[in-house]
Structure formats: structure tokens, C-alpha cells
């Protein structure tokens, strides 16, 4: 490969780059986003290619006293229901109730709630059944494979609207009536972990989807007794630190303004090169 490609290829990856760093900063701002990295690599061709990651590094919880306002300490995400129909999942948890008091997304996804692992049986494999089930009126009523007259009911995470929603480390929510001061379990918020979230899909603000990179999604332990807790009343902020991003800037500006200067030599050496043959031509 010529010098002018390889300087060239530096000079695109470098803007690639400062891209990405001007992206942080752009967001620096923006409820529990993460922070994109770009590290080079030389192949095996001798070119250096670059290669981008995201940051789940934990952003520092910030207090509201919202009590729909949720952060997730530690690692983890937020399941919801995406238009699609398709999971997405989330570190975003700023949420509200629509008309019907169910939790959702500013963006009016539905909040999953978590669904307990039950034994089948007949088959001997482990399936995932709502924990939220009625026994529904009598003409509706249907037998499950356990043998239980039991309607499963679409799992929702629905708070009447004269409770006040307590929100456990664990996910757990406990309507507590606002008149009465009775308590009443309204579900538990579902919080799954990847393996590899560096492959998860990114759908921007701060949704994702699975993919084959980041394999599906798992159950993980949850509550004042784990890594991993759900806090009320507080928002992840983003974990872009804003002077390390201005001094990688800096730095970014200089690589840049050398790899141009690298061209405009090379330039300079082909403009004499093709002078000295039409000379001697």
C-alpha cells in the first residue's frame, strides 16, 4: 500500500474519531448515556484500522424524588416493549403512566415486567410464565399445562391511580394507597444482563436490542443484598467525564493537523515527481 493510502486511512480513521468525541460531548448531558471509544489497531496488512466500543461504565446517580424516576446501580438494563413488539432494553429510566396508569417510556414503551422460571413437567425445561395470573370469569377459564384452571394474564405493571408506587431495591413495586396507607403488590421491574453488552444493536436514545454478538438476555440478581439494585427516586446521569474528553479532543485536533501535513507533502513530492518527467520528456 502507497504512503498517500495509508496517510489518507489514518487521516479518515482520526476523523472518525473526533466524530465520536464530539458525540460524547454532545450528550454529556443525556440520562444515562454511554460514552463511545474508538482505539486503533494495525491489521496484519500493516494498516491500522479502528475499532469502536461503548462505555457501560456506571454514571453517577443523580437525586429527584421523582417516584417514577428509576436508576439502576450497577449493571444491568430495563426491559421494555418496543413498537415492534420486540424487547429493547434501556438504562433510561425516566418513566411515567399512560391513561391507564401503566409504567412506560417518555417514548410510551412499555415497562416488561420480571416473569418468574417455572418447571415444566411433562417436557422437563425451564419456561418463563408472567407472575401476574387470575382466575378470570368461568367461561374464560382454561387449563395450562400444569393442570391449574389459570388465565395468564398480559403482563403489565399497572398502578390505580390513587396509590403511590414504592419501589424496592429489588424492582419490586407496593402500591400504597394514598387515603388508607394499605399496601398492595402491583409487580417487579424487570432488570436483565448481557454477557457481552459491547454487542448490543444500538437504536439511539439510549435503547438497544440483542444481537448474535451480544447474546440474549439474562436474569441477574437484584437488591440490597447484590451488585445490582434499583434505586427510586434518582437518575443515571451519563458517564461522559467532560475534561478527559476536551483533552482527547486537543489531541485529536493534532493528530489530525499532522496527518494533513503528511498529504500535502506527499502531495507536494508527486506534484515534483510528475514536473521532473514532463521536463524530461
Do not use: C, W
Not at 7 to 22: D, E, F, H, P, S
Not at 155 to 183: H, Q, R, Y
Amino acid at each position: 500500500m502507497s504512503l498517500s493510502h495509508q496517510a489518507l486511512g489514518a487521516a479518515n480513521n482520526q476523523m472518525n474519531a473526533l466524530g465520536k468525541l464530539v458525540e460524547n460531548i454532545s450528550n454529556a448531558n443525556s440520562i444515562a448515556y454511554k460514552k463511545e471509544e474508538v482505539s486503533f489497531v494495525e491489521t496484519l496488512n500493516g494498516q491500522v484500522a479502528s475499532v469502536e466500543n461503548k462505555d457501560f461504565s456506571q454514571g453517577a446517580l443523580k437525586r429527584t424524588d421523582d417516584l417514577l424516576d428509576l436508576a439502576i446501580d450497577g449493571q444491568g438494563f430495563f426491559e421494555v416493549e418496543l413498537p415492534s413488539g420486540q424487547r429493547g432494553y434501556t438504562r433510561v429510566g425516566r418513566f411515567k403512566q399512560n391513561s391507564d396508569g401503566e409504567l412506560i417510556t417518555q417514548e410510551g414503551y412499555r415497562v416488561i415486567p420480571q416473569i418468574e422460571q417455572t418447571q415444566n413437567a411433562t417436557r422437563s425445561v425451564i419456561e418463563r410464565k408472567p407472575l401476574i395470573i387470575s382466575s378470570g370469569d368461568a367461561a374464560n377459564l382454561s387449563v395450562n399445562e400444569l393442570g391449574l384452571n389459570l388465565k395468564v394474564v398480559e403482563p403489565k405493571l399497572t398502578i390505580p391511580a390513587n396509590f403511590n408506587p414504592d419501589i424496592k431495591e429489588d424492582g419490586s413495586i407496593i402500591g400504597v394507597d394514598s387515603s388508607t396507607g394499605d399496601k398492595s403488590t402491583i409487580g417487579k421491574i424487570s432488570v436483565v444482563v448481557f454477557n457481552n453488552p459491547n454487542g448490543l444493536e444500538s437504536l439511539g436514545k439510549g435503547y438497544f436490542i440483542p444481537s448474535k454478538d451480544s447474546g440474549a438476555p439474562q436474569d441477574t440478581e437484584v437488591g440490597s443484598n447484590s451488585m445490582t439494585k434499583v434505586k427510586q427516586g434518582y437518575l443515571e446521569l451519563s458517564n461522559v467525564n467532560m475534561a478527559t474528553q476536551f483533552m482527547e479532543l486537543t489531541k485529536m485536533r493534532d493528530l489530525i493537523t499532522a496527518q494533513f501535513k503528511v498529504l500535502k507533502a506527499i502531495d507536494k513530492i508527486y506534484e515534483n515527481v510528475n514536473y521532473t518527467i514532463a521536463r524530461s520528456a
